[in-house]
């Protein structure tokens, strides 16, 4: 069974920091993503990663599949980043439609 | 931009009662998914569904629950026999290949009374 840790649980920095979510994995998995989950509570993809590094504007996700570990980084944050984080993986057991398996979320809040 | 849509957005119903959820999931998506998320805990995998049928599913779906996708746009979760503790906000999700990005719905609220 593939459990799912993020860091910190809660995090609330000042508008302008950068900011560091934390995510570790126990067993081999074919994907992870990082999805974002605001208080009305409608989820959101935000990156999928197999290797490597992706970024889209100011959110960077970097996975590190030896270590099964993965950062999501919020560079300039800003009160509108205020939202729960989510890390999320895909364990390939070949069929190809299992469930994805969630962390707990980082509830984020950028003060202004 | 596409979307999943989800119906109803909240629904309360009396405990015993029969509640159905409903999905239309993207147009070209091929794998289809029930995930729960209790207040205050993570999300939880459900069931998923591909190619007609139940591709997998979790220790949370027990005979209570049921899956259905009774025409081409439209994927539905039925709970037979509400329990209060089925009180949880239900996501469907959507993707075009099983190892892919998932799409989700906005959720339905359901609270057992």
């Known amino acids: 069974k593939n459990e799912v840790e993020q860091s910190p649980q809660n995090l609330t920095a000042q508008e302008g920091e950068f900011i560091t979510i934390n995510c570790s994995y126990s067993v081999g998995i074919s994907a992870l993503h990082w999805l974002q989950q605001h208080p009305g509570g409608g989820i959101v993809s935000l990156f999928m990663l197999s290797s490597g590094k992706k970024k889209h504007g100011r959110l960077i996700a970097t996975i590190n599949i030896q270590e099964k570990h993965s950062s999501l980084h919020i560079t300039a944050s800003h009160p509108r980043d205020s939202a729960v984080y989510i890390c999320a993986v895909d364990v390939n057991s070949g069929g190809g439609a299992d469930g994805l398996t969630f962390g707990k979320g980082t509830h984020l809040i950028i003060q202004p | 931009e596409p979307e999943v849509t989800q119906t109803p957005s909240h629904q309360v119903t009396q405990m015993g009662q029969e509640v159905i959820l409903r999905c239309v999931p993207i147009?070209?998506?091929?794998?289809f998914y029930w995930y729960r998320q209790i207040l205050g805990q993570k999300v939880e995998f459900l069931v998923s569904f591909y190619n007609n049928e139940i591709s997998e599913k979790s220790e949370i779906f027990d005979d209570q629950f049921s899956v259905e996708r009774p025409d081409g746009s439209n994927f539905t979760l039925k709970i037979r026999s509400t329990k209060l503790e089925d009180s949880a906000m239900y996501f469907c999700?959507?993707?075009?290949?099983?190892?892919?990005?998932?799409?989700f719905g906005q959720g339905t609220r359901l609270t057992v009374v």
């Open positions: 999700a959507s993707k075009v290949e099983g190892v892919g990005e998932a799409f």
């Open positions: 147009s070209n998506h091929l794998y």
